[in-house]
């Protein structure tokens, strides 16, 4: 199991941040001050550097969220609480990150701060909404940043970028301190250069907090002390159908590897997926644009023109069709839910292909051109509206031609609250070498 780092990684993680940031442009504040403060550290994660998206309120610093609307608030006046809970476990802020405006995105090409670029390949996209957080991470200039996911936001940077991510069961962590995006669809978590980072950062943000009333009041659950267990008594199975017919070769390839390696014989259909995608399109747009009616009225120029136009649109949508896409969203998870009473875990891919070019508009998938920015989270989005813990892995060597030094992720869901299961699954793949999150070469 990696060892937690010392203080002494601050200065290298900022000296990393000097030399990387001009080139894949992950951070839009660096915390150099703060970070080195003279301040007595100790817990499970003393000394260890991170980052956090733009969307998490850091003392001091005005909480963007991706806009430049954001911009004229005035700064926040405390941490967020996960932010707090990572401190108080010892590790160390030293910057906030670039993402899609308003996390309405899947590729972090922001007008307003400029595209994010991965670190394995600086012409392709790094993912989104929390693209910064996975360059950062794949860069090797923090080994943990805080994300946000609510379609995919987590696990699509983690695929492109070829770095650890889990988006914990819907209400795991709590929200509070963050600027939301969708409130019943927005999950938090870290994004991580090891499974065993991604589960001590878990473990320290988990907790009950009555202040956030869309917060599960549940006890703290630990998954580091399980972490090396056996797998082999776990249940583990491949998603097919929609997740075969959208992904690409690569992807197919990425999770047949996985599958393999996990002994996962037999492939299942999640026969709600396209449906579950539907209903998550349908609340995404229009609780999305309920937060932004005001300045939709008399900023409209201030928003990027394709975050503008999604919210207007969700603004005009029938309340009868949000209302039914949450109906969807509960038959899709009841539905789910009988799937793993035959499985532990279900292996399915997390982007349809590796990071495509920056300014990329279609893709071809399934036989079909489809928008690109939007089908990157083909995958995700089905998992996401019914709330599912999900870790994404990293691939190495599955994909080919043009993308051939690219990693593409792989996904390990699981039924709620099972974070512990994905967990120790991701790790026995990275101690056998399957799953590694290589840092990005110079």
Not at 54 to 79: C, Q, V, W, Y
Request: with cysteine; aromatic share 6%; hydrophobic share 45%.
């Amino acid at each position: 199991m990696a060892a937690v780092v010392t203080d002494d990684a601050v200065e290298a993680s900022l000296d990393a941040i000097t030399r990387w940031n001009p080139r894949i442009n992950a951070y839009t504040a660096v915390l150099a001050d703060r970070a080195r403060a003279p301040i007595e550290r100790a817990g499970p994660l003393r000394g260890l550097p991170f980052a956090a998206k733009n969307l998490f309120d850091i003392a001091g610093l005005t909480t963007i969220a991706g806009s430049k609307i954001e911009r004229d608030r005035p700064p926040a006046t405390r941490d967020a609480v996960l932010i707090e809970r990572l401190e108080a476990a010892g590790a160390v802020l030293v910057g906030a990150l670039n993402m899609d405006e308003y996390a309405y995105g899947f590729t972090t090409e922001n007008s307003h701060d400029g595209p994010t670029r991965n670190p394995h390949d600086p012409s392709r996209i790094a993912g989104g909404s929390s693209g910064g957080s996975g360059a950062a991470v794949a860069a090797g200039t923090v080994p943990l940043a805080l994300a946000s996911d609510t379609n995919g936001s987590i696990r699509v940077p983690a695929s492109v970028c070829g770095v650890f991510g889990l988006k914990p069961t819907f209400g795991r962590l709590t929200r509070r301190g963050t600027y939301p995006f969708v409130t019943s669809l927005d999950h938090l978590g870290p994004l991580a250069s090891s499974a065993a980072i991604a589960a001590r950062a878990y473990d320290a943000m988990q907790g009950p907090d009555p202040d956030d009333p869309g917060c599960a009041q549940r006890a703290i659950e630990p998954t580091i002390a399980s972490l090396d267990e056996s797998i082999a008594s776990l249940r583990i199975g491949t998603l097919g159908g929609w997740f075969a017919r959208n992904a690409g070769p690569d992807a197919r390839a990425a999770a047949a590897r996985v599958a393999t390696a996990l002994g996962a014989k037999d492939v299942v259909s999640f026969d709600d997926a396209e449906a579950a995608r539907a209903a998550a399109f349908v609340v995404t747009n229009s609780q999305g644009a309920a937060l932004h009616l005001d300045d939709l009225r008399t900023r409209p120029q201030d928003f990027e023109p394709l975050s503008r136009d999604r919210f207007l649109a969700g603004a005009l949508l029938p309340a009868a069709w949000v209302a039914r896409a949450q109906r969807v969203r509960r038959a899709a998870a009841a539905n789910a839910a009988k799937l793993f009473e035959h499985f532990d875990v279900l292996v399915a891919p997390a982007t349809p292909c590796a990071a495509f070019a920056i300014g990329t508009e279609w893709l071809e998938l399934d036989g079909r051109r489809v928008p690109a920015r939007a089908n990157m989270g083909v995958l995700t989005q089905p998992i996401s509206a019914i709330g599912l813990p999900v870790m994404t892995v990293p691939i190495f060597g599955a994909t080919s031609g043009d993308d051939a030094h690219l990693p593409i992720g792989v996904q390990l869901i699981a039924a709620p609250w099972r974070e512990a299961v994905v967990l120790r699954v991701a790790h026995a793949l990275e101690m056998r070498g399957i799953a590694v999150a290589k840092p990005a070469a110079w």
